[in-house]
């Protein structure tokens, strides 16, 4: 995503929630001042590139032996278990 290498914690945009940005919408469905919208796009801006900031940390610390997860079974018969399932030795199911 451009612009995100420069992205920092100073960038955060007057709306900084989710919840936030769902009331400045209501404002501004009520008043139409431009001014509102653009503080909606300020904030998904920083959201998406906080988002890509933070994948590219994880993969920083990513093994590098780890394999990839290519979303096939290991065994075909049998369905995909969750992470956390594995983990336990349970069963989702």
């Known amino acids: 995503m451009s612009g995100c290498w420069a992205w920092s914690s100073s960038n955060w945009a007057d709306v ?7 009331v400045v919408y209501e404002q501004w469905r ?17 959201d998406c590139c906080s988002i890509v900031v933070l994948r590219d940390w994880l993969l920083s610390l990513r093994p590098k032996a ?15 278990r969750s992470a956390a399932a594995r ?6 199911w």
């Open 16 to 22: 900084s929630t989710a919840g936030g940005s769902i």
């Open 30 to 46: 009520e008043l139409r001042d431009p001014a509102l919208l653009k503080q909606i796009e300020d904030y998904n801006a920083t």
């Open 66 to 80: 780890t394999p990839w997860f290519t979303g096939v079974a290991e065994d075909k018969d049998q369905p995909i």
């Open 87 to 92: 983990m336990s030795g349970s069963a989702w």
